[in-house]
């Protein structure tokens, strides 16, 4: 328990810490979608960038299975539910270990 619960604590925060990366990574496709920030500006472009290759080999996946919605991606919806559920498990986990005294 002394290694284990920090490590799962630590699991939980990144999760969370991934679930603003996507959240942050769909708001800001849709600005550049709509125009109304451009991607020629090198610190949007390089943000850009980032978010997109920090999210999308676990949303590539999730596109794979989902049928065509006429241009909706919710794909970082079905991601975030995931990840919500993961977290659920692993502080289920961690409450089952703190309880059981291991």
Do not use: K
């Amino acid at each position: 328990m002394i290694i284990l619960d920090p490590l799962i604590h630590i699991l939980i925060i990144a999760l969370q810490v991934y679930v603003y990366m996507v959240i942050a990574s769909a708001i800001l496709s849709w600005l550049v979608h709509f125009g109304v920030i451009n991607t020629r500006n090198q610190f949007v472009s390089m943000v850009g960038e980032f978010l997109w290759r920090v999210t999308e080999p676990a949303l590539r996946p999730i596109r794979r299975f989902m049928p065509n919605l006429g241009g909706i991606d919710v794909s970082p919806i079905i991601l975030i539910l995931i990840i919500y559920f993961l977290q659920m498990v692993l502080q289920n986990v961690r409450f089952s270990l703190l309880s059981s005294g291991l």
